[in-house]
């Protein structure tokens, strides 16, 4: 072993141990354990704090448990040590017997005065935690003292931080309960935040036994901010008390699974609400109730509340400030977007709100869409998360106001549209919904089942995910979607091959090689794409050729059928356009790769219809915007029965022509040998 191996052992040995005799066994733990190669053990001694092991030298409780006795301790990193400003408490670091990761139970307790529990969560990808800290994997050390006791350290990301105390409290506070805790809040460190009005909710309401209840639980509590709204702490019953607590169960942040529902304590035959869990881009954690089955007094959807202070331990758990209760739907969506996310949030500005980019744009454009919506008795928005405001393209149109109220009335749906509702008009195709602005319409695809589910939604030629759904309001709902709709961030291919829609087309032009020009961003491409079920129609009309169209050995006629579908030019066609140029000179002819496409476009009862060889075609979703052109997606194709010969055996397929030439050759060949 090299100096260096020897070194980070001895300072092992002195943090486990306190002793050099046991130098040489834990040397052979390093040299003989595959894990703890010698380049693992200069990064251990990268990973050894000096202040933490100071601190173990300081405390004789800890110095004689560590000479002494059995124990399991937990080393945080030197960066944890960097990013953390508070008082270390090594005792809160220390249990007083021997865990390796596998024999760690859900809660042990530490050696600290009261001796208040450390929370073990085992998530689903094999992490551990310890409280809100996760054990960094083939980083723990096994070993026995002088005294032959077991000891383990467990080298940790974060510092343990136990319930912190004020200076001047009076009380003497030492493991307390949830309900201790609420009662004793003014003498806790808590940022500055006040609990009473939630405290004197709990009181009136007789839940105290929830918050006394032993075992392992998680806590939400409301800072009384929250409670601004004069009539809110009036709804905050005994139902709304028990959705802010999830039964055993503990859950830090950390640790915390993305939107897992967990069932909270206000779940019963007739009222079932659901808390989970998730993180934004920025780092910020939130926390969702659900009340899936809802009553006279407390009604179904989604409420978001910020986290504001996370991880309290408790005796019975952990506590999490939130900033506004839980399961209470008392503003409307203008509210919604103002208060929580937009100007006037719990911290007296948006700088933070999770919709605040929304908010701005919305604003800056002179705000009369947020009149619009106020003015709206039922409305559901789908509003873009901050995040999806960075893509390069909405930079530009920002500056251009027109443009960017099209794009925010795309966002509007004139209808109180949740989930549910998405499910059953998607239950037999794809749910097409009218927004605000005159013949846009959105596109929802419902994908998998329960809460494996994925929501999609189109507009303006964009796909966006909805993260977050149901967030109610009084008077609707907001959607949280991952882009911006009507902002085009993809080619004419790229949108082939991600739209449900147009899978069929996609795919015969990908055997037909029709498709490779329409990534070029050098050109502006008009297409008009028979959706799926517009060539499921051909199947009953023409059964023969819808069959010969879909075989690679017919490439040429399909390659020629899907070029009369697109237009070239230097610049798009938009079915206003189309109507204009066909009520000025009847019908329109458009180039295509190999000739023209001549058609006539007219507008009935607000819906776009193609009139081509005498046939009327209905134009399902107009104006899908690409970075390279421009896709209507019309029911059926424009087609024909001659399009394909197949009768009589006349058309010669190109593996047979392949297989009678090569015939040729070698008879030919045969012939010169003779």
């Given at each position: ?117 450390l929370y073990i969560t085992k ?412 060539w499921q129609k051909t199947e ?60 006539r476009v007219e507008e009935e ?70």
């Amino acid at each position: 072993m090299t100096s260096s191996g020897l070194r980070a052992a001895a300072a092992l040995l002195l943090l486990c141990a306190a002793t050099f005799a046991a130098a040489a066994e834990l040397s052979d733990k390093l040299r003989d354990d595959s894990e703890l190669s010698q380049s693992t053990a200069k990064s251990f001694r990268r990973l050894m704090p000096v202040r933490f092991y100071s601190q173990v030298e300081q405390n004789p409780i800890a110095n004689a448990t560590l000479t002494l006795r059995s124990c399991t301790i937990f080393v945080p990193t030197n960066e944890a040590f960097q990013r953390y400003k508070g008082s270390i408490h090594v005792l809160y670091h220390i249990t007083t017997a021997a865990f390796s990761k596998e024999q760690l139970p859900k809660s042990v307790s530490s050696d600290m005065d009261g001796n208040p529990p450390l929370y073990i969560t085992k998530n689903r990808n094999g992490d551990i935690y310890v409280n809100n800290a996760r054990i960094i994997p083939s980083l723990s050390v096994e070993m026995t003292n002088r005294e032959g006791k077991r000891q383990v350290m467990h080298i940790i990301d974060e510092v343990l931080q136990p319930l912190s105390v004020q200076k001047n409290a009076k009380d003497n506070i030492n493991n307390p309960d949830a309900m201790q805790f609420l009662q004793m809040a003014e003498q806790l460190e808590l940022n500055d935040f006040h609990l009473r009005t939630y405290r004197s909710q709990v009181t009136l309401a007789k839940k105290e036994s929830v918050y006394q209840s032993p075992g392992a639980h998680t806590f939400l509590i409301p800072i009384d901010e929250s409670f601004k709204l004069s009539a809110r702490s009036g709804l905050v019953d005994a139902k709304v008390i028990d959705g802010h607590v999830i039964p055993n169960t503990v859950i830090f942040t950390a640790a915390s699974q993305h939107d897992d529902p967990k069932t909270s304590a206000a779940f019963e035959d007739l009222l079932k609400v659901t808390v989970s869990f998730f993180k934004q881009k920025d780092g910020k954690m939130y926390v969702k109730s659900n009340t899936i089955v809802g009553d006279a007094k407390h009604r179904e959807g989604v409420v978001l509340a910020e986290i504001v202070k996370a991880n309290i331990p408790v005796q019975n758990g952990v506590v999490h400030l939130i900033h506004r209760p839980l399961m209470i739907i008392d503003t409307t969506v203008t509210d919604f977007l103002k208060k929580n996310f937009g100007c006037n949030s719990f911290k007296e500005n948006g700088e933070n709100g999770a919709l605040r980019k929304f908010y701005e744009v919305i604003m800056d454009n002179g705000g009369e869409v947020l009149d619009d919506i106020t003015n709206l008795s039922e409305v559901t928005i789908l509003a873009p998360s901050n995040d999806a405001w960075n893509a390069s393209l909405i930079e530009n149109l920002l500056r251009n106001r027109k443009k960017m109220r099209e794009i925010l009335n795309m966002h509007i749906i004139r209808d109180r549209l949740n989930v549910d509702k998405i499910r059953q008009k998607n239950a037999n195709m794809i749910a097409q919904v009218p927004t605000v602005n005159n013949n846009t319409f959105l596109y929802f695809n419902v994908k998998g089942e329960g809460t494996d589910a994925v929501i999609t939604v189109e507009g303006g030629g964009v796909n966006a995910t909805i993260i977050q759904a149901d967030v109610a309001q009084t008077n609707g709902y907001v959607h949280i979607i991952d882009r911006v709709l009507g902002v085009p961030h993809t080619t004419v291919l790229g949108k082939l091959e991600s739209d449900p829609m147009m899978s069929d087309t996609y795919k015969m032009g990908q055997f037909s090689h029709f498709n490779d020009q329409l990534n070029n961003t050098q050109r502006r491409f008009t297409y008009f794409v028979p959706r799926d079920k517009g060539w499921q129609k051909t199947e009953l009309d023409y059964p023969s050729a819808h069959k010969k169209l879909f075989m690679p050995d017919f490439s040429y006629h399909s390659k020629s059928i899907l070029e009369r579908h697109l237009a070239i030019a230097d610049h798009v066609f938009t079915m206003k356009d189309l109507v204009q140029y066909s009520e000025q000179a009847g019908n329109v002819v458009l180039p295509t790769f190999r000739d023209s496409l001549q058609l006539r476009v007219e507008e009935e009862a607000g819906r776009y219809v193609i009139i081509w060889n005498y046939k009327k075609i209905n134009v399902y979703r107009p104006d899908v915007e690409c970075t390279n052109g421009i896709i209507h997606v019309i029911d059926y194709p424009l087609l024909e029965e001659k399009d394909v010969v197949v009768s009589g055996g006349s058309y010669l397929t190109e593996s047979s022509i392949c297989i009678i030439l090569a015939n040729l050759i070698m008879i030919t060949v045969a012939k010169i040998l003779n």
